[in-house]
């Protein structure tokens, strides 16, 4: 993949495009990071502190197709335009009441009411303007990566020098800086680009309505990962702990620490994006897509299984094909949907794999209770499982119906 074989509007909207996929995940990834911390400012346990997070997550999801019309009606520029403003304002709110659990909860569904405006507008506008969707896709997706990495760290590390505050102020200031990089797109609005997949998309609905299953599986493995990785490698992850302590000389904390480790899994599936995209241009995309679910099963039953090292070693395999299937599932979707709906296609995925994967809080806040950290990871591996049956029936419609 070569930046250069890029438009000049390409490369302008793939700028904005890729800040704005690293913000949408920053913004939901910050407040896992700090979670621990957090709970014992409030002095709150950590599943009660966990449940104020539930309407950002399932408004980041749910207003995922709402944003989508309106992104197909308006245009792309106007609606980032909204979500770089309303999540920042937002994020300073957030960090005004902290101590305040009902008001920081309504901060939060700001957030996420606002950073659910990305996805169906972001890559609506991919699908709609580039030539190479596998392409758009895949640096699009390594950002979010970016962003799914950098958020538990840099949370980790200013929740640990100035508090939790300072988190939601680095919230705010960054998604409103997002505002100016939208000048840099050139002007005009509607794609340009011949869509040689479009009679295909209208020829049958079913591969699409299989694929929104598989898609909406895929988001509760997704958000209930993200939401517990840090809290679990704090608490499985000690002696690795002490081992950093030692040689960093007693400097950091037990949740800087997991947050370093968070990032670091987030960079690996951030590689995983980028090869993805390459499997994408030179592989069905659908056997692609089912490869890379199929090897996340045993990894993710590994992580429920171990501790320190091995534990990292798997969660590092889970997160590179968990999230390096992203370009290959949102190339099938710009594939088997209309073209002049693609942003409402975008949103009615995202309404699925977030909105419904918001209700993984609860899932996973009841199998935390019942059966421990571990039984959450052995309940994932089943949903993988099923999500990998409903691929191999979506591969199954797209041969019958012709679709590539």
Known sequence: MNLSTLSPRERSILTVSCFGHFMSHFNMLVFPAILLPL???????????????????????????????????????????????????????????LSNPFMLSLCLAGIGLFSGIYHPVGLGWIAKEFKNTSQGMAYNGMFGNLGLATAPILAGLVNYLWGAEAVYLVVGTLNLSGIF?????????????????????????????????????????????????????????????????SLSGEMGSANVFATLITSFIYLVGMGGQYFGGRVGQSVDLGRGYLIFHLITIPAVIAMAMT??????????????????????????????????????????????????????????????????????????????????????????????SHIE
């Open 181 to 245: 990089l939208l000048y840099l797109v050139r002007n005009g609005h509607g794609g340009q680009q011949i869509y040689k997949h479009a009679t295909q998309a209208k020829r049958s609905l079913a591969p699409f309505l299989v694929l929104l299953v598989a898609m909406m599986l895929g988001g509760v493995v997704y958000r209930a990962t993200t939401i517990t990785l840090p809290a679990y490698f704090e608490l499985q992850n000690r002696d690795l702990y002490q081992s950093f302590i």
């Open 307 to 400: 501790s320190d090292m091995p534990l990292v070693i798997f969660a590092m395999i889970h997160s590179f094909f968990l999230l390096g299937m992203q370009p290959l599932e949102n190339t099938l979707v710009a594939r088997l949907s209309p073209p002049e709906l693609h942003s409402s296609a975008y949103g009615l995925k995202f309404v699925l794999t977030f909105g419904v994967g918001a209700l993984s809080v609860n899932m996973v806040s009841f199998i935390k209770k019942t059966y421990g950290f571990g039984g959450v990871y052995i309940g994932l591996a089943f949903v993988s499982t099923t999500l990998v049956c409903v691929i191999m029936l979506l591969n199954h419609y797209r041969k019958v």
């Open 39 to 97: 709970a014992a400012k409030l002095g709150m346990d950590m599943v009660q502190t966990l449940a104020l997070s539930f309407w950002m997550y399932l408004l980041f999801g749910l207003t995922a197709l709402p944003w989508g019309l309106l992104g197909d009606r308006f245009g792309s520029r106007p609606l980032l335009l909204l979500f770089h403003l309303g999540a920042g304002i937002c994020g300073f709110l957030a960090a005004m009441n």
